[in-house]
């Protein structure tokens, strides 16, 4: 069985300081991994993803994530925090049908 | 490009009564999901559909909930009876089919909030 963990509920980082928000996994065969983040009122918006190839893969607004076969990771990173990050996110994977961890909420303080 | 919709936004509905909800996915995206997050839980998958095919219903929770996608542009999802553990948000994303059957990223709708009571 696939299995996506997030094992911070909540994370606080001030803005202009780096973030990472962390993610796990346990899945057969080749990861499939996404990370999604949502604002307050609105849906899912996708951020990256890990398919194949380079194991820091680059997303939107500066976002992204290093792959890591051996701790069996995902984290999402960002160099630099901005107030307007502040949401909450989501861990992912899977072929088509998709497992999502409980999600992370981050709070970035000016 | 019109991202994915999903109508109503919100529904309060007394246990036993019928809802439906509407799934409006990306133009020319075969592939339609259907999840769901039950208030603190994670976000659990209902089912797929490949164009008007249901590809894997596994997430269904029981026989009260049925989706249909004819013609295979919007969906619906209806609830007959809606029971008070139903309440939560329901999402809906979609994504292409590329080559080889294989499809990458989910888009999701904004998702209806439903409340049984």
């Known amino acids: 069985a696939q299995s996506v963990a997030q094992p911070e509920d909540q994370v606080n980082v001030a803005e202009g300081n780096p973030l990472t928000v962390k993610c796990t996994y346990s899945v057969s065969g080749n990861p499939y991994l996404f990370w999604y983040v949502q604002y307050p009122n609105r849906g899912l918006q996708f951020l990256l993803k890990?398919?194949?190839?380079?194991?820091l893969v680059k997303g939107s607004y500066g976002f992204e994530a290093e792959f890591n076969k051996s701790q069996t990771s995902f984290h999402l990173k960002k160099p630099s925090a901005l107030v307007s990050d502040s949401a909450l996110y989501f861990c992912a994977g899977g072929f088509q049908k998709l497992v999502f961890g409980t999600g992370t909420r981050l709070l970035v303080s000016p | 490009e019109a991202g994915v919709t999903q109508f109503p936004s919100h529904s309060v509905i007394e246990k036993g009564q019928t809802v439906t909800l509407r799934c409006d996915p990306i133009?020319?995206?075969?592939?339609l999901y259907w999840y769901r997050r039950v208030m603190g839980k994670e976000i659990k998958f209902l089912l797929h559909?490949?164009?008007?095919?249901?590809?894997?219903e596994s997430g269904m929770p029981n026989n009260r909930f049925l989706a249909e996608r004819t013609g295979g542009t919007y969906s619906t999802l209806k609830v007959q009876p809606a029971e008070l553990e139903d309440s939560g948000v329901y999402f809906c994303?979609?994504?292409?089919?590329?080559?080889?059957?294989?499809?990458?990223?989910?888009?999701f709708g904004p998702g209806t909030r439903l409340t049984v009571t």
């Open positions: 890990y398919i194949t190839g380079d194991n």
């Open positions: 559909f490949v164009k008007e095919s249901k590809q894997d």
């Open positions: 994303a979609s994504s292409q089919r590329l080559a080889g059957g294989l499809s990458y990223e989910q888009y």
């Open positions: 133009s020319g995206h075969d592939n």
